[in-house]
Nanobody, 122 residues
């Protein structure tokens, strides 16, 4: 069993930055992937970025490349999501998830956090 928990959300003006943290605990992640998804009202949960625990290979949602960076600290069992140049349309609940495969669909991830709200005002 793997537990994940998000932190770092909040309110920011358009053009600002936020760094989200995903703390993991439980059994060793081994070669798992940790991903960030987001969901805004009336929309489906969508993929943002993912990183492999071993090796650090990353995958990004194409339209967000250049504005977000995913990284990990293996010693701290933490995955970070740095978001820059935020836009009002980035407003959503951001979720961290862990799974065996680095893919872009929510169904491929077994373990989920409760989410952290990000609000970007214009």
């Amino acid at each position: 069993q793997v537990q994940v928990g998000e932190s770092g959300g909040g309110w920011v003006q358009a053009g600002g930055s936020l760094r989200l943290a995903c703390a993991t605990s439980g059994r060793t992640l081994d070669d798992a992937a940790v991903a960030w998804f987001r969901q805004s009202p009336a929309k489906e949960r969508e993929f943002v970025a993912a990183i492999r625990w071993i090796g650090g290979r990353t995958l990004y949602r194409e339209v967000m490349k250049g504005r977000v960076t995913i990284s990990r600290d293996n010693a701290k069992n933490t995955v970070w999501l740095q978001m820059n140049s935020l836009k009002p349309e980035d407003t959503a609940v951001y979720y961290c998830a862990a799974g065996s495969y680095m893919r872009v669909t929510p169904a491929d991830y077994n373990y989920w956090g409760q989410g952290t709200q990000v609000t970007v005002s214009s």
